[in-house]
């Protein structure tokens, strides 16, 4: 779990880049609502305030993200949820925009919302049953909003990716099995789904006829899906029975080693030079079948450690920068096969 002083250090670099220009001053802002207490409310997207990027479409194609967990309050009587201004949750989402969505930027205009997602310190005190329960609640009623409004004002016909992350990815597999299943019309536009960082199952895809897995580097219409962790890595909350997974070096569904040499490296966050750096064959990559998880003998990062859900080897934290390069290759080469098309 991300630490205070990495918060910190993130408001730091984001506010360094100008990236976040509500980092200046909050005297003036409004007091935060507790979103629990307006459940019949709907986020306005059409106000440019409730979006982390909206940018002018100069690309041929677009990216759609949706940031993991990073509304993390730990006090007592704090929202179950965060509301949608709550800067404890918009300054860590841009660091994770930074982290993630950047992979995407050269092939795809990136649009991503803000939305009112589930607060780590309560989703981690609930049963699996009740935290399903939450994500089904507030935060995927803000991104199915979001992405119907992306769709009628600002998609203008093109062909797009999903991309997510953790509580962000749990909101692309209802986008994935509900709004798309809704809309034909607009997965039949749909280059791939990268919903890394939490499960799709066997399940999953049986009662979501209409969805396929990848099965190699270049196919479209497909979900890229995978959870990195160190061998032997104990309970993780994101990886449920039946999981699948591709590597993300190789491409492949079975279990053919990638080493990190063929890798085409890592980008990392460095803590002293407060930067991202890439990190040459930064991970190797081999797909546990059983667990349907990637597993990695990186020591590029630090594994999650004991007292993370994710496990105590868990990479979840850096699912995408331990592999941001070949990622970045890789949507580049999935749009490619799709404009061939």
């Known amino acids: 779990m991300r630490t205070f002083k990495m918060w910190m250090l993130a408001a730091i670099l984001i506010c360094g880049t100008s990236v976040f220009m509500a980092c200046s001053s909050n005297e003036d802002a409004p007091v935060p609502k507790d979103p629990e207490s307006e459940k019949s409310d709907v986020v306005d997207y059409s106000d440019k305030n409730n979006w982390m ?43 994770a925009y930074l ?50 409004y992306y769709f ?23 986008v994935l099995s509900e709004y798309m299943k809704a809309h034909p019309e607009y997965l039949k536009r749909m280059i791939a789904a990268y919903v890394v960082g939490y499960s799709i ?32 890595n104990g309970n993780n909350i994101v990886v449920l029975p039946g999981a699948i997974s591709i590597n993300p070096i190789n491409w492949k569904r079975d279990e053919t080693y990638a080493s990190a040499e ?28 059983k667990r349907g998880v990637v597993i990695t003998t990186t020591t590029a990062v630090e594994p999650e450690g004991a007292s993370s859900p994710f496990g105590a080897v868990s990479f979840h934290e850096n699912d995408y920068p331990l592999y941001y390069y070949n990622i970045k290759a890789n949507a580049a080469a999935r749009v490619a096969a799709y404009q061939s098309k």
């Open 152 to 174: 009628e004002h600002l998609n203008g016909g093109r062909p797009f990716i999903l991309v997510g992350h953790s509580q962000g990815s749990i909101m692309q597999s209802f």
């Open 262 to 289: 063929e890798s085409l490296g890592g980008r990392v966050f460095n803590m002293e030079t407060l930067d991202f750096e890439k990190v040459p064959n930064a991970a190797d990559a081999k797909i546990d079948l």
């Open 99 to 148: 982290k993630i969505a950047t992979a995407f930027e050269d092939c795809a205009n990136v649009f991503a919302p803000y939305y009112r997602q589930g607060n780590m310190s309560y989703l981690g005190k609930i049963t699996a049953e009740e935290r399903n329960a939450a994500f089904n609640s507030i935060p995927k009623s803000d991104v199915l909003a979001a992405i119907d």
């Open 53 to 95: 990027r909206q940018p002018e479409a100069t690309k041929d194609v677009d990216a759609f993200f949706v940031y993991p967990t990073e509304y993390d309050d730990p006090a007592e009587g704090a929202p179950k949820f965060a509301p949608i201004d709550e800067p404890a949750m918009r300054i860590p989402a841009e660091f």
């Open 201 to 232: 199952t066997e399940d999953y895809l049986k009662a979501n006829p209409h969805l396929k897995f990848a099965e190699g580097a270049d196919d479209t219409g497909v979900i890229i899906s995978y959870n990195t962790e160190g061998e032997g």
